[in-house]
């Protein structure tokens, strides 16, 4: 640096000497009306020179001046983002721990001095929610996309905090604006297909289970997906049923088995449905299968509720498994979901309370 100001210097220093050495003579110089200096030439190219050198040095100089306040000034900043960085840090470790109100207190103290900072609004905008303040969540995610405007997370966390707080349709629609910019995946898919089925639309919630099938590769993937499915259709089959659409509810139900035959609720679904088409054959060949395969009184129950099986069925009920018909679950059956404990006095596929499919139990 200091080479590259030195050199032109004394370039022009001797260009200067040059010309002042064949211009000996004097100039005039007028300073106010009749009064007038004389200056030797060589005064004026020497004292243009060093004003050059004068003015040249105050800019290098003033240069460095901004230079050191710029570095000093990045360094606050540096030491500012530092500490900003390492408090939202200890909040979303405090976030962790379970004190969700310190977390949030932590957080606000980060906003107060950048109120823009992005993950702080997006780790406020998930307490909120967890906390059930379902509006302050919104704001908190909406401007933090403020911030971000095309981060597809962000958005896909307000429809969340939409669906969270019971509002499904307006979630499906920022859902389904997601989709629209970008390539589907699972779990873009899964929530889309959830909140239909909360909306009742089970046509599409069926259509969207099918894409999820289609980009899962592994084997517990798949056989996950095909219980889901299994249950769109047993909702889709009794949508049709409370329509009056019986043909349609039980191709539904057959549906359901043939995509996951060991779905108990489904088979079980399938048998009340073959019992209202009046094909009471196939259906006391379905519970009773169902029977053999889970050894549970439940299906043997029903056959009993729908005038099925003769007057031997308990007979060879205990013939065939024993356990199946002693102590009170034939003549006081209790059904019990296995998620939430809740006890029945008759059979729901999918519990009332906690909305779990239920795998056969009685108690």
């Known amino acids: 640096m200091a080479f590259r100001l030195f050199l032109p210097l004394v370039i022009i220093f001797f260009a200067f000497l040059y010309a002042a050495v064949f211009n000996p003579g004097e100039v005039v110089f007028r300073y106010a009306p009749g009064s007038s200096v004389k200056i ?41 983002a530092s500490r900003l960085e390492s408090a939202f840090v200890k909040a979303n470790r405090t976030a962790l721990d379970g004190d969700l109100e310190k977390a949030e207190k932590l957080l606000d103290r980060i906003l107060g001095r950048k109120p823009g900072h992005v993950e ?52 499906l629609r920022i859902f389904d604006k997601i989709a629209s910019r970008t390539s589907p995946t ?18 599409r919630a069926r259509l969207l289970q099918n894409g999820v099938l289609s980009l899962v590769m592994d084997e517990a993937g798949r056989k996950a997906g095909q219980e889901k499915m299994a249950q769109i259709l047993c909702l889709l089959g009794e949508q049709f049923l409370a329509d009056g659409k019986q043909d349609e509810a039980l191709t539904s139900f057959e549906n359901a088995v043939e995509v996951r035959p060991d779905f108990v609720p489904a088979r079980m679904l399938l048998g009340d449905a073959l019992v209202r088409k009046g094909r009471t054959g196939e259906a006391e060949d379905c519970f009773r299968r169902v029977f053999l395969e889970t050894g549970s009184a439940a299906p043997l129950i029903r056959l009993e509720k729908h005038g099925l099986g003769g007057e031997g069925l308990r007979r060879w009920a205990g013939e065939v498994l024993p356990s199946a018909v002693t102590g009170s679950s034939w003549t006081n059956p209790k059904y019990k979901c296995r998620s ?20 056969l139990s009685t108690k």
């Open 120 to 171: 702080a609004l997006m780790l406020k905008g998930d307490i909120c929610r967890k906390t059930g303040r379902f509006d302050e969540a919104i704001r908190a995610h909406s401007h933090a996309l403020s911030e971000r405007p095309s981060d597809l997370e962000i958005i896909a966390q307000i429809a969340e905090d939409y669906f969270a707080g019971g509002n499904p349709a307006g979630a």
């Open 40 to 80: 030797p030439i060589v005064a004026l190219i020497m004292a243009s020179f060093l004003a050059g050198v004068l003015s040249l040095s105050l800019v290098q100089f003033f240069r460095l001046v901004g230079e050191g306040i710029n570095n000093f000034s990045n360094m606050l900043k540096r030491v500012a």
């Open 340 to 359: 939430c404990g809740l006890s029945e006095a008759d059979y729901y596929p999918q519990c009332p309370s906690c909305g779990a499919w239920n795998a």
């Open 186 to 203: 699972v779990e873009l898919l899964s929530k889309q297909r959830d909140v239909c089925i909360q909306l009742g639309d089970i046509s």
